[in-house]
């Protein structure tokens, strides 16, 4: 079956991954562990070579090594002792920037620092750096008989280097990284380009005439509240197939739930899926995250746009170039089948339905709300109508009615709030840049 048709093969480490993008420990630890492993291959190399020369009985050059080895021994001690302190200043500031965008974006963006990869990367480099400059001063032979010496950190020290260079190029990155962050321009790019990544994962069979067959049972949440972050897909899916019954998925992912939330709809078959086949398919945590939330994405732009409008901030732009993406995200949905989504099974029979908004649902999270709040600026009532006429023009004509009346709506609050009709005129007239 082809992807047209719906047909979208689930993974099952897909959770994993995004689980894994969402802390912040994994990449340092990780990192630490592999340096461990590398100072254990570099010592074992160092050692090979010294006893190679001294097998040879090139002593000259085992005392060359040792004095060049002293000489970066200087260099290792210095970064061992500054390391830690460097790493604590750079992220105290960090933090404070984080702190400043939550403050006049959204705290939700902090999640973007969050899964920041350079940012990862260099806390894991750092840690690293610090780790392997530990390791190697304990290589340090204190015999200095180039008939003696067991080994002599050549490669261990060089390696050090390296990664201090290295820590030095990525400081100089992750700087100009947060500095982008901090910039609603940016912030609002990255959750646009996060946003469309759960548009083009989802599949594009309709479901509108597929008969689920009758329900024979539901299963409910068991587990501690929270919002439902995503569910493991290939792992209801097989449940289902060796079931031989469909699952449709109840709540929608971002819904809070609480033990005894109806979870799942059994249609089909005469048995259905242990708790044991279940178990580990839902995530439940205490915020939404972009994996499979459609509306995530919006959700974001929207109140970043409302801070934007209100009195205490006053910033009309930058709601503008949360509607620019807003526009963009809805224009990627126009011609995809919502309401829910269809995941089918190896041999393409479905197996999971799954609810997501549909496109009314999705029209007014993104213009509701910075509808009510945009009435005493020109500049976004201007942009919400352009963008409102922009995507009539894409729209299928049965998904034009949520569009036409948000823009009465919007006409009907300008009314109300703008008595003179010069001004009202020029608030209602299209403009993709508010006032360009």
């Known amino acids: 079956m082809s992807r047209a048709q719906g047909y979208r093969r ?148 060089f390696l050090t280097l390296l990664m201090v260079t290295l820590s030095l190029f990525l400081f100089i990155a992750y700087v100009n990284s947060t500095l982008r962050l901090m910039r609603v321009g940016h912030v609002v790019d990255r959750i646009t380009g996060e946003a469309l990544g759960v548009v083009h994962k989802m599949p594009r069979g309709d479901v509108g005439g597929l008969s689920l067959g009758r329900e024979t049972a539901r299963i409910g949440y068991s587990g501690q509240g929270g919002v439902l972050r995503d569910v493991n897909i290939a792992r209801l899916v097989r449940a289902a197939r060796r079931h031989g019954v469909v699952l449709r998925l109840i709540p929608r992912i971002g819904d809070f739930v609480v033990p005894g939330t109806p979870l799942l709809a059994v249609h089909g078959g005469e048995k259905a899926p242990s708790s044991g086949s279940l178990r580990y398919t839902v995530s439940v945590g205490v915020e939404r995250t972009f994996h499979q939330d459609l509306g995530f994405g919006l959700r974001q732009l929207s109140d970043i746009a409302l801070r934007a ?69 020109p500049q976004v009532t201007r942009r919400i109508v352009a963008g409102l006429n922009d995507l009539l023009q894409l729209a299928p004509e049965d998904r034009r009615e949520p569009l036409l009346r948000h823009r009465e709506l919007l006409a009907q609050a300008v009314a109300l709030a703008v008595p003179e009709a010069a001004e009202r005129t020029f608030a209602l007239e299209p403009d993709r840049q508010g006032i360009g």
Request: glycine share 4%; charged share 20%.
């Open 309 to 377: 409008l209100s009195p205490a901030v006053n910033d009309p732009t930058t709601a503008v170039q949360c509607l620019d993406r807003i526009v963009q995200l809805l224009t990627a949905l126009a011609d995809r089948p919502l309401g829910a989504v269809a995941h089918r099974d190896g041999r393409g029979e479905v197996r999971l339905v799954q609810d997501v908004p549909d496109w009314a649902d999705l029209v007014d999270l993104s213009f509701a709300e910075i509808r009510l709040f945009a009435v005493g600026s």
């Open 10 to 157: 689930p993974r099952a480490l897909s959770s994993l991954r995004e689980h894994l993008r969402d802390t912040f420990w994994f990449a340092p630890t990780a990192a630490m562990v592999l340096t461990f492993v590398l100072w254990v291959g570099a010592y074992d190399a160092d050692a090979a070579i010294m006893r190679l020369l001294q097998d040879t009985e090139n002593y000259a050059e085992v005392t060359e090594l040792i004095r060049l080895v002293d000489d970066a021994k200087t260099v290792i001690t210095t970064v061992s002792s500054a390391m830690m302190t460097f790493i604590g200043v750079v992220f105290s500031i960090s933090l404070v920037a984080v702190q400043m965008a939550s403050g006049q974006f959204t705290p939700r963006v902090v999640r973007i620092f969050v899964r920041s990869r350079i940012t990862k990367l260099t806390f894991a480099v750092f840690l690293a750096t610090f780790t392997l400059s530990l390791l190697v001063l304990t290589s340090f032979d204190s015999e200095t008989d180039p008939r003696l010496v067991t080994t002599v950190p050549f490669l261990q020290s």
